[in-house]
């Protein structure tokens, strides 16, 4: 028996191209996307080196650290915000039109 609908009908694609520039003397870390024009400028970064340094993401409850040129994203632990579904959202919504 073959079942429809069971496979990926898509195609692989590349991951976007990102470009940090880290500038130490003012504790900043700019980020462009290849073939975009938007540049996202992080602030109060700790800033040690090219390859070593660490930035709390504006707005959000998440850090982005460089160690040794290898770049990870943390959540922050005790923040109010966090990152939901939409559907979560929704459904706390509905909670708070409800409950007022």
Request: net charge negative; proline share 2%.
């Amino acid at each position: 028996m073959i079942l429809d609908n069971t496979y990926c009908k898509g195609k692989w694609i590349d991951d976007p191209v990102l470009t940090y520039i880290v500038d130490k003397e003012n504790n900043t870390v700019s980020r462009t996307v290849k073939d975009q024009p938007d540049v996202i400028q992080y602030k109060n970064c700790s800033v040690l080196s090219r390859k070593n340094w660490s930035c709390v993401i504006e707005g959000s409850a998440e850090e982005i650290h460089t160690t040794d040129g290898k770049i990870t994203h943390e959540t922050i632990e005790n923040s109010e915000k966090r990152q939901i579904t939409r559907l979560e959202w929704l459904q706390n919504r509905l909670l708070s039109i409800v409950s007022s």
